[in-house]
């Protein structure tokens, strides 16, 4: 009896956590998000925090203080005194070995993924790695330019990104021929690699294979 009603209840659990997984793993995250915007608060001094005013604490109170630091900093960065400031902030930081390193390449990685150019993750791909008949998702960041297109012409710099975390990863520069240009979405790509493969995008997306093995579609062509 038992085994003529599980599969039954496995698929009703299932169902159920399909549902309430994702709404479980959004409000922890949200969470997460939260709490480390209320660690802004401790910007202000101890005894003009709102806790010590109000006598309790407001949640989410320091993700309005960090979007409106935000913004000041953003007003600030758009005039020319501003951009003087924050030039000189940079240079000291440029100056620290270590901070340095990590500082020019948490800006540079911003600047990428919020600027709206075309070269900046607009592209998802497929290459082979690390090995031939091995595919990997991967994002085209930029064509090679300087002593890389010298030494691998008529290539480009693609973002291998690791699962379930797609912000670390690696970078490979890869010619042109050998990279498939999927039709899309980074959002989708993302979702495909956020869920190891789980959440497979709409067929369709996927180039087509001819008959002599090639593809419809190569990175960079239209």
């Known amino acids: 009896m038992f085994k003529s009603w599980w599969p039954r209840l496995r698929r009703v659990l299932v169902a159920g956590m399909l549902v309430w997984v994702p709404v479980g793993i959004t409000v922890l995250v949200l969470q997460l998000l939260i709490d480390l ?3 802004t608060l401790r910007l202000i001094p ?18 309005v203080l960090s979007l409106v630091l935000l913004f000041v900093t953003g007003l600030v960065a758009a005039n020319v005194f501003g951009r003087r400031i924050i030039g ?6 440029r100056r620290i070995p270590l901070v340095r390193t990590i500082y020019t390449a948490a800006k540079g990685f911003l600047e990428m ?31 090679t330019v300087g002593q890389l297109a010298e030494h691998t012409p008529d290539s480009v710099c693609v973002f291998v990104p690791t699962t379930p975390n797609p912000t670390s990863g690696f970078l490979v520069v890869a010619p042109r021929k050998d990279l498939i240009e999927l039709d899309m979405s980074v959002e989708d790509a993302i979702k495909l690699v956020v869920s190891v493969g789980v959440v497979v995008p709409d067929p369709d997306s996927l180039p087509r294979v001819d008959a002599d093995g090639g593809t419809e579609r190569a990175a960079g062509e239209a």
């Open 37 to 39: 915007a209320d660690q």
């Open 113 to 143: 993924v919020l600027s709206g150019k075309r070269g900046s993750f607009s592209r998802v791909l497929l290459i082979e790695y690390p090995r031939r008949g091995i595919y990997c998702i991967a994002f085209q960041t930029s064509s």
């Open 88 to 93: 000189l902030w940079e240079s000291v930081l």
């Open 46 to 63: 101890e005894p003009y925090r709102p806790e010590a005013l109000l006598g309790f604490q407001i949640p989410g109170l320091g993700l």
